[in-house]
């Protein structure tokens, strides 16, 4: 079976094509982050606009760097949310539309779905059952992974998601869009230690996250140490780089509990933030003081992509899942 993957969420236009043969045969990606830094987040009309423009011609792309004539495929799944309304929908009509015109069904696809199955698209994919630590802008979330398709939800954040408190802190420094991966660089040529920040809910017992409060945290320290609206670069890689601890620290300490409470052996991170140098670094700590072992995606599917879209839907059409013709999109999909 082979299958088409459409990813148009949020601000990535991602398209895959995966074989049950031949593995991932092809993914392209488009990222809008250039149009929106002007704005300093993602507008969600201009994403939309974005997304009809370059979707085609991906599509296109896709099955000429697989070899493949366009339609031959034998599904077309696309992610049917959560994200934004009108992003999805771009991807869905297109998507449902493509398949009723080559005679295939359709199927929409769970974001996080794609995001949790993303390693497998690695050469050595955890083997079930495993526990997945989800880190994004949207989500933070540990599962319990038994096999394909069959997941619990042991623990999630109760208000900000790990890459959002990233983002929003990024932006009280004053970094550019999307701030993440900035402010984690900054972080880099901080002093660890100097700010040490909560370390939130982790003498609680249970595997929730919060993180809006570090935020708020953070506020009061950069307030504290500007002069005159300026906080001196030194200041700010050392806040930087206690932040990012703060958030490392506390996904490790749940990540190791969520190890010992259901005793599996294989610990992944994907998402996001799952990119991030400092999280893998800890994260190898814990799996080898736990006996276990850590996978995460190659860098370009821990943010997103149409691959881990087209392994999602591939993994769920092969065994005769589809959703049909209408329009379904799901804004708001627990996973
Ligand atoms: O999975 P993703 O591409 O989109 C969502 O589904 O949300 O994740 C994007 C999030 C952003 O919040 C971004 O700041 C964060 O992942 N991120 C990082 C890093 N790279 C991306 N956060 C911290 N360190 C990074 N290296
Ligand atoms: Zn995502």
Not at 75 to 89: F, K
Not at 234 to 256: H, N, P, S, Y
Not at 312 to 333: C, D, F, H, T
Request: charged share 20%.
């Amino acid at each position: 079976m082979r299958v088409l993957g459409i990813e148009t969420s949020c601000d990535e236009t991602g398209v895959a094509i995966y074989d049950s043969e031949r593995g991932l045969m092809s993914h392209v990606l488009y990222s809008q982050v250039k149009m929106h830094a002007e704005f300093g987040g993602v507008v969600p009309e201009l994403a939309s606009r974005d997304h009809i423009r370059k979707l085609l011609p991906l599509i296109k792309e896709a099955f000429a760097k697989a070899g493949l004539k366009l339609g031959e495929v034998d599904g077309v799944a696309y992610t049917a949310g959560p994200g934004l309304v009108g992003a999805l929908m771009v991807g869905a009509a297109t998507a449902r539309s493509l398949a009723f015109g080559w005679g295939v069904p359709a199927l929409g696809v769970h974001h996080m779905e794609g995001h949790l199955l993303a390693p497998m698209l690695e050469e050595v994919p955890p083997p079930y059952p495993f526990v997945t630590l989800l880190v994004s802008g949207g989500h933070t979330m540990l599962v319990d992974v038994q096999s394909p398709g069959c997941y619990s939800i042991l623990g999630e954040t109760l208000d900000d998601a790990a890459g959002e408190a990233f983002d929003k802190t990024a932006k009280m420094m004053g970094l550019p869009y999307p701030g993440g991966p900035m402010l984690s660089k900054i972080a880099c040529k901080g002093e660890v230690g100097r700010f040490k920040f909560p370390r939130p809910m982790v003498d609680r017992p249970g595997l929730d996250f919060s993180f809006s409060g570090l935020k708020t945290a953070v506020r009061l320290v950069i307030a504290d140490h500007a002069e005159n609206e300026v906080v001196p670069e030194q200041d700010m890689a050392d806040i930087a780089c206690g932040f990012q601890e703060a958030v490392v620290d506390t996904l490790a300490i749940k990540c190791r509990r969520a190890l010992q409470q259901t005793g599996h052996k294989n610990l992944v991170i994907a998402g996001g933030v799952s990119a991030n140098s400092r999280l893998r670094e800890r994260l190898a700590d814990i799996v080898k003081k736990e006996r276990c072992q850590l996978f995460y995606p190659r860098a370009e599917f821990c943010t997103d992509n149409g691959a881990m879209i087209a392994y999602a839907g591939w993994l769920r059409m092969r065994v005769g899942q589809q959703s049909g013709y209408e329009l379904n999109i799901k804004p708001r999909w627990p996973l």
